[in-house]
């Protein structure tokens, strides 16, 4: 019997999710929820789990650390399964964790479930930057990018809301349960993407040797780190300064919203300028609004300045990130999978760095004078990052590209 008109509608659509345009970017969503989601909850897991707050605060350590360190196995795994078993497995383990969450008799309990799907979800980022670099071509990732950024913030400013909100009508056990049912019903979908080409006994060896040989890669290196230690690490004290200057919780709660919209909107709108702008001429943009960023915050810390503040790393953010993750798209080719697993460990390894930052002038009234360093080195980015890109010459082997 033929296929009415509303069965063939719903095949269509359920197709255009499962297409890699939209789930690639949804599963960066998902995953940056889980980063966030147990942020608001702290005291009251803490207190379910008969517990403190300080061994609740450990297990949103324990789920960071095994985010950066995992990476260093789930990138040469990547090029001995290939880059969509990675992303299948990976998230079927962390869905199991966060089922385990929303299970778990103790605090002891808790922190390994959050440490495994930290770990898990670990893969989720390089593989998908790899996927897309391996079956896009050149002039069509930068839009890639750009979405990816925006479903990213999407996550990491939703992740707390969410959970905030639904801590006011169910138990934190429920919101954990829900959140685990959703990413192991995404598992099947992953795993039927279509292949990103047989990338199965890659050179792991060979990889390495190639970014440590490429003086491009290891300049994008330096710039991803600089880039992490002010628009994540300092980014992160922004509400920390706003409070010590007297600004309430409830407002300085605003900061990583303002952020996410300003992330969202920016690298939505470079979607429809950046064939006509070179990337050099984006980074320098990136570095002037990295400026003006930290400049107003170094001039007067209050909640105007501090939103106005964020809202500005959001931008630059936008601007330099979408922008570097395109280069080393096309920088790292021969080295992909590794290559873009280590510049997803650069950045976190500079976002720590300007945590750390951040934690001693949080210590020491230095606000004043971290915000003046973020400003030079804001403009060293733009500086530095635009003559790199400026006599950067496009190189790029061959790529599969699935249609």
């Given at each position: 019997m033929a296929s009415g008109p509303s069965e063939r509608v719903r095949r269509t659509g359920a197709a255009r999710l499962?297409?890699?345009?939209?789930?690639?970017?949804?599963?960066?969503?998902?995953?940056?929820?889980?980063?966030?989601?147990?942020?608001?909850?702290?005291?009251?897991?803490?207190?379910?789990?008969?517990?403190?707050?300080?061994?609740?605060?450990?297990?949103?350590?324990?789920?960071?650390?095994?985010?950066?360190?995992?990476?260093?196995?789930?990138?040469?795994?990547?090029?001995?399964?290939?880059?969509v078993k990675v992303l299948w497995v990976s998230t079927a383990i962390a869905g199991a964790a966060n089922v385990l969450n929303a299970l778990v008799p103790s605090m002891a309990t808790f922190t390994v479930a959050r440490t495994v799907s930290g770990g898990a979800f670990a893969a989720t980022f390089a593989a998908v930057l790899t996927y897309l670099a391996d079956t896009l071509p050149p002039e069509r990732r930068h839009a890639a990018m750009s979405n990816l950024a925006a479903a990213s913030a999407i996550g990491l400013a939703g992740g707390s809301l969410v959970s905030a909100t639904l801590d006011q009508w169910i138990d934190w056990r429920w919101t954990y349960a829900g959140f685990g049912v959703v990413t192991l019903a995404l598992v099947p979908v992953i795993a039927h993407l279509p292949a990103a080409g047989d990338h199965r006994g890659e050179d792991v060896v060979a990889q390495l040797r190639e970014i440590v040989r490429s003086r491009w890669i290891l300049t994008i290196y330096g710039l991803v780190a600089l880039e992490g230690f002010m628009f994540i690490g300092v980014l992160n004290f922004l509400p920390v300064a706003m409070q010590q200057s007297g600004g309430s919780v409830l407002v300085s709660g605003f900061v990583t919203g303002v952020f996410g919209v300003s992330v969202v909107v920016v690298s939505q709108a470079m979607k429809l300028v950046v064939h006509r702008v070179a990337p050099a001429r984006l980074f320098a943009i990136a570095g002037g609004v990295g400026v003006g960023a930290f400049a107003v915050v170094w001039w007067r810390i209050e909640p105007t300045t501090v939103l106005v503040s964020a809202t500005l790393v959001g931008a630059a953010w936008a601007l330099a990130h979408t922008t570097l993750q395109t280069w080393i798209a096309s920088a790292g080719a021969r080295a992909r999978a590794l290559g873009m697993t280590f510049f997803s460990i650069t950045l976190m390894l500079g976002g720590a760095a300007g945590s750390a930052a951040g934690s001693f002038a949080a210590g020491h009234a230095g606000f004043p004078a971290l915000f003046a360093v973020s400003t030079g080195l804001a403009a060293a980015l733009g500086v530095l990052a635009a003559s790199s890109r400026a006599r950067y010459g496009e190189r790029e082997v061959d790529s599969v590209t699935v249609r």
């Open positions: 499962a297409a890699p345009a939209f789930l690639l970017p949804f599963i960066i969503f998902w995953s940056s929820l889980d980063r966030t989601i147990v942020l608001p909850i702290v005291p009251v897991v803490a207190e379910d789990l008969d517990s403190t707050v300080l061994a609740a605060g450990m297990a949103v350590t324990s789920h960071a650390v095994a985010y950066s360190v995992l990476q260093l196995v789930w990138g040469p795994l990547s090029t001995r399964w290939g880059r």
